[in-house]
């Protein structure tokens, strides 16, 4: 799955984390797409750097993780810090351009440091309903990782806030549901969308006003 070049890249971007991160993989060996490759991918960031884990459940046999976690299809990557789960999901394989989304989102939940500025952070933090965020992708996207990344810092920050990427191709009965015609689109509480890959003071302020009306 990772050439050698990609290794070096990803040594580059992962830097040296502070906390381990686990990633919690849910898989099963028939009828899902992607599920062998995305158990691959997570396996050889594992052997890339000692303080990722690779944990794999059985989407089918491992009920009480899949009820625990909240996952409803597969592939899916739930990453996680310690006992920290930050509401953070992938849901198909993150390949193309989304690898560096997970390796981001790797980074990010080790050393606690999300990258948004303090303005953007006080806004979200004051955030008291629950907010489901669905950004929808490709791997050929160049735009989908920064929606991807606010999504996920947002989620990192708020207790209130879920966000999944979600790989249309994958998930096309979810791409229709949402209208899906281009990406990145982020899809808010089921019926308030954000098309492309705003700055993060439009996506705080289009949750907001969704949360408004």
Do not use: W
Not at 64 to 84: E, L, N
Not at 127 to 137: C, K
Not at 161 to 179: A, Q
Not at 188 to 198: K, L, Q, R, Y
Request: proline content about 5%.
């Amino acid at each position: 799955m990772i050439d050698e070049e990609t290794v070096q890249k990803t040594k580059e971007l992962l830097g040296t984390l502070i906390n381990p991160v686990t990633l919690i993989v849910f898989t099963q060996e028939i009828e899902c797409d992607y599920c062998k490759e995305t158990v691959s991918l997570a396996k050889e960031l594992e052997k890339i750097d000692s303080k990722i884990k690779a944990v794999i459940h059985d989407f089918q046999k491992d009920n009480d993780a899949t009820k625990k976690y909240g996952i409803d299809k597969i592939p899916a990557i739930v990453p996680v810090a310690g006992d920290g789960d930050f509401g953070i999901r992938f849901f198909g394989i993150p390949s193309g351009y989304e690898f560096v989304s997970l390796i981001e989102t790797i980074r990010m939940v080790s050393s606690g440091e999300h990258g948004l500025s303090p303005e953007i952070e006080a806004q979200v933090a004051k955030i008291d309903t629950d907010v489901h965020l669905q950004v929808f992708i490709t791997p050929t996207c160049p735009y989908c990782p920064r929606a991807v990344l606010t999504a996920h810092r947002f989620a990192f920050v708020s207790k209130h806030v879920t966000s999944d990427m979600v790989e249309v191709i994958e998930f096309p009965h979810l791409g229709n549901k949402y209208g899906v015609m281009g990406v990145p689109r982020t899809v808010i509480n089921e019926d308030h969308f954000i098309e492309g890959a705003v700055p993060e003071k439009v996506f705080a302020d289009k949750i907001i006003q969704s949360l408004e009306k």
